[in-house]
């Protein structure tokens, strides 16, 4: 019975890993894309400033990592298709740079502030980043 079991679990493994690779694959491409873009259109260069030990920017660089995959596995779990996967992705792309821009409004010189290695306002960008990615995530699985 166990050995029959385990053929099973094993067959099941096999038909669904194509599916697991291909969905998990697209998701980190689309994760890159959007960090490559979220880094040429953010004014900072974060991971300049992060070689440089500047915390703030690693704060706020983590809110988009974050910020951008929370988004992204809610579309993996829910989605059927690769393309809803990037179609969501997409959209949690451009709501982080939307969130960068209102708290770029919200407080004057945000990139200034970073590059000066000021925390508080990293750890408000970082904030807002994830909780909008939260609610972006909900509203893709909901």
């Known amino acids: 019975k166990n050995m029959g079991d385990f053929g099973l679990i094993f067959g099941g493994l096999l038909n669904g890993l194509p599916f697991l690779i291909s ?7 689309v994760l890159l894309i959007g960090v490559i873009i979220y880094l040429f259109i953010t004014p900072m ?4 400033l992060i070689r440089q030990k500047n915390t703030a920017a690693a704060i706020s660089f983590s809110g988009a990592l974050i910020g951008l995959a929370l988004p992204l596995a809610s579309s993996l ?6 393309y809803e996967i990037i179609v969501w ?3 949690a792309i451009i709501i982080q740079l939307f969130c960068f821009k209102a ?5 004057n010189d945000l990139p200034k502030r970073i590059e000066n290695g000021e ?6 960008l970082f904030s807002i980043k994830i909780s909008v990615a939260l609610l ?7």
């Open 77 to 82: 779990s829910a989605s059927g298709s690769i």
């Open 23 to 29: 969905h998990f694959v697209t998701s980190v491409i």
């Open 89 to 91: 992705g997409f959209v």
């Open 45 to 48: 260069k974060e991971i300049a």
């Open 103 to 107: 708290v770029d409004i919200l407080i």
């Open 136 to 142: 972006n995530s909900a509203a893709i699985s909901g």
């Open 119 to 124: 925390i508080s306002s990293s750890i408000l």
